[in-house]
């Protein structure tokens, strides 16, 4: 008779000053902080564990909400990582977020990647800008590949 469906949860605290988080120098505290943003969206509807261990409650964010506002600060770690283990947490979670919400992160994502390259059209290329651009290009595969499949 009813259709009840749980709307998946982000924990607060994994979102609490999230750009400033990303930014940190420690690949560990990264890494950490990816693996734990992507367990949460992979949740599916199930009150996720903080990274207090603690469940799902009022400090929670719907996931949808959570995947639009990351989707506009994501690509900026793009340039800011040049270690693999970050690369590989960032893209795994991209990967998560365009899959679950397609529609949310479509436009979020494709603006900001292309607000952050658009003055790459007269840049002299090095291995560490060719390395950005191909991670980039994934990015971009990815976001196409997902936002396609659902549209």
């Not at 909400?65 to 506009?72: I, N, V």
């Not at 040049?82 to 960032?90: E, G, I, V």
């Not at 494709?110 to 800008?129: E, G, K, M």
Request: with cysteine.
């Amino acid at each position: 008779m009813f259709n009840l469906q749980f709307v998946a949860m982000v924990p607060k605290s994994l979102l609490k000053d999230l750009p400033i988080r990303l930014e940190a120098s420690s690949v560990s505290a990264r890494t950490t902080l990816l693996d734990d943003l992507r367990r949460a969206f992979d949740s599916d509807g199930k009150p996720a564990a903080d990274q207090n261990g603690e469940g799902g409650g009022g400090g929670d964010v719907p996931a949808e909400m959570a995947a639009k506002g990351l989707s506009r600060i994501l690509p900026n770690v793009l340039i800011r990582y040049n270690d693999s283990k970050s690369r590989t947490a960032a893209f795994s979670l991209l990967q998560t977020i365009t899959k679950r919400f397609p529609e949310e992160c479509f436009k979020p994502l494709v603006a900001t990647l292309h607000d952050i390259f658009a003055s790459w059209n007269s840049i002299h290329p090095t291995l560490p800008l060719t390395k950005v651009a191909l991670a980039a290009l994934s990015w971009t595969s990815v976001i196409a590949a997902n936002g396609h499949s659902k549209g």
